[in-house]
Structures are given as structure tokens and as C-alpha cells.
């Protein structure tokens, strides 16, 4: 069998499902997980060349046989896209460790233990791992103590699968995605940060689930076969700002 497969979690909807859209416009096989089940069993429908695995990445033996269903199905992993993500802003003072815990596990745990998970078939594929951290995993901001730091972890963890793991052929980057309007930013975005957000964005807009999914297949596909180790921003010029943006931009 030629055609490839990805794995892509969180995939019952946003980036995610984005991203499994474009794989399979790009001839891909996609396995879907997420842990809603029902938001992923109706994803699924409909699709073709899908798979879909209702499983949690923060669960150790959950994401066990989330890859032996996956193989069962798929018979190869070229792809594993991390992507399975949960928001939290909160002040530090009110972020007792049950809270720090629930972003950490889904956030940093799971693409530890899907990677890892992963890592048999990605060496017979000589496949790629691609993580999505976020943007506040680049730069600090308030509220994001549990859920930036998450991100500024996976940031790492990407470098350290790239500096191990390029000896069996298997490449690692990350994306870091500025604003895009899913429900998890819904969640946590007031109208005083998606103010925020177009004043600090060059490009003065929230990006789209696409323009992100576009990046993270790049990344995944043949096209970018020497690129591993990489940290790319889809923000808009987010990272590349400093202050000043939106008292110039009167001028
Ligand atoms: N939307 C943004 O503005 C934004 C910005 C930067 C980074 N991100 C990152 O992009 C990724 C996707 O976010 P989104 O905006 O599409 O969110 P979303 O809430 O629309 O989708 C996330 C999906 O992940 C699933 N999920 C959460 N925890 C899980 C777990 N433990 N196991 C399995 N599935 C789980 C959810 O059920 C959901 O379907 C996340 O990692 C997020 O942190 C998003």
C-alpha cells in the first residue's frame, strides 16, 4: 500500500479537522483521534479514507492502543500530527495544581506519549512528527502560566525529538499558531484580547484553520524532507513585532 497515513489528534474539529481535510486532498489516509466522541464520530462521517479513534492522548494505555487500532487500520504512520490542545487563562495565584495538571497532561504529556508511542512505526516510515504549540509558547503573556508554559515546553520537546530521532530518517517541527477563531480560543479570548490581538498582528486579522493546516502538511510532506528541528510561527508577524504597531499604524 503507497498511499500514506497521518495520525492527527484533536481532530473532531478546528485545526485539526482542518488539517485532516487537507490530507486527504492531498491523497493521504488520516486516522482521527479525540476524545469527544461524538463531536469525532460525526466528523468522520462523510469522509472518506478516515479512521476515526476516540481515545485520550493524556491516558498512557489509551494512546497504546490508539496506535495498535491506528496500525490495525492504517498498517503505517508516516505522519503524527500533535495537535490535541486544551486552553486555561488564568492568574498564577489562581492556578492551584489540579488546573496546571489538566492543561499539562493533554498539552505536554500527550505529545510525549503519542510521539514515543509512535516512534516504531515512524521508524519504518522514516516518518515525521510535527507539534502545535502556539505563539504563547513564544512569547510570554498574562493569564498563560499553565498553558503558555505547555507550549514553550512542546517547543522543546520538538528540538529534542529532532536531535535524537534524525538517525532513523524521522524529521520533527512545530507550528505555533497565532489566533484562529476555534472553540478553544473562543473559550478564552474576551473581545478586550481579540482587540488585542489585531492592534499586535501586522497582518491585523485572526488566521484561518487552513492557513495553519497548510503549514503543519507542508511540513509533514516530502517537500520539506530537510527541514527537522524547526520552529514556525503561522501568526501573521506576531513574533516578529515589537511595541509600537498600533500607534504607527495611526500615523
Ligand atoms: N485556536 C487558536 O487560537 C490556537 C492558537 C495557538 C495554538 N492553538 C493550538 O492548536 C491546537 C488545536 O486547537 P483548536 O483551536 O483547533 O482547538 P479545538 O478546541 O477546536 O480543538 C481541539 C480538539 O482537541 C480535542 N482534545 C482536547 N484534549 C484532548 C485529549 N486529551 N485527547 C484527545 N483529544 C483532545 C478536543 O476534544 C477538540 O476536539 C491546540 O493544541 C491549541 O493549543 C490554537
Redesign the pocket.
Known amino acids: 500500500m503507497d498511499q500514506k497515513t497521518a495520525l492527527v ?8 479537522l482542518a488539517t485532516t481535510d487537507l490530507f486527504l486532498e492531498q491523497g493521504w489516509r488520516v486516522v482521527m ?4 466522541e461524538s ?2 464520530v460525526q466528523a468522520a462521517a462523510g469522509r472518506r479514507d478516515v479512521y476515526a479513534v476516540a ?4 491516558q498512557p494505555e489509551e494512546v497504546t492502543s490508539m496506535i495498535r487500532d491506528a496500525l490495525a487500520w492504517g498498517g503505517r504512520i508516516d505522519a503524527l500530527v500533535n ?5 486555561d487563562f488564568g492568574p498564577i495565584e489562581d492556578t492551584d495544581f489540579p488546573r496546571w495538571r489538566r492543561v499539562m ?3 505536554l504529556d ?1 505529545v510525549f506519549l503519542c510521539s514515543q508511542a509512535a516512534l516504531p512505526a515512524l521508524k519504518q516510515s522514516r516518518g515525521a512528527i510535527l507539534n ?5 509558547g513564544l512569547r510570554a503573556s498574562t493569564l498563560r502560566v499553565a ?1 503558555g508554559t505547555s ?1 514553550a515546553a512542546v517547543i522543546q520537546l520538538t528540538r529534542q525529538q529532532a536531535a535524537e530521532l534524525g538517525e532513523y530518517g524521522i524529521r520533527a517541527n512545530c507550528v ?10 473562543l473559550a478564552v ?1 474576551s473581545q478586550a484580547i481579540i482587540d488585542a490581538y489585531h492592534d499586535a498582528i501586522p497582518l491585523n486579522r ?1 488566521g484561518t ?1 487552513r492557513e ?1 493546516a497548510e503549514v503543519i502538511t507542508f511540513l509533514c510532506s516530502e517537500r520539506a524532507s530537510y527541514v527537522t528541528g524547526q520552529i514556525i510561527a503561522a501568526d501573521g508577524g506576531f513574533e516578529a513585532t515589537g511595541v509600537g504597531l498600533p500607534a504607527l499604524r495611526g500615523q
Open positions: 489528534t484533536g481532530a473532531a474539529r478546528g485545526i485539526g483521534v479525540d476524545r469527544d463531536e469525532l481515545r485520550d492522548v493524556s495537535n490535541a490542545g486544551v486552553a497532561e493533554t498539552n500527550g502545535i504549540a502556539s505563539i504563547s498553558y507550549k505555533c499558531p497565532g489566533p484562529v477563531r476555534t472553540k478553544l480560543a479570548h485572526y484553520e495553519i
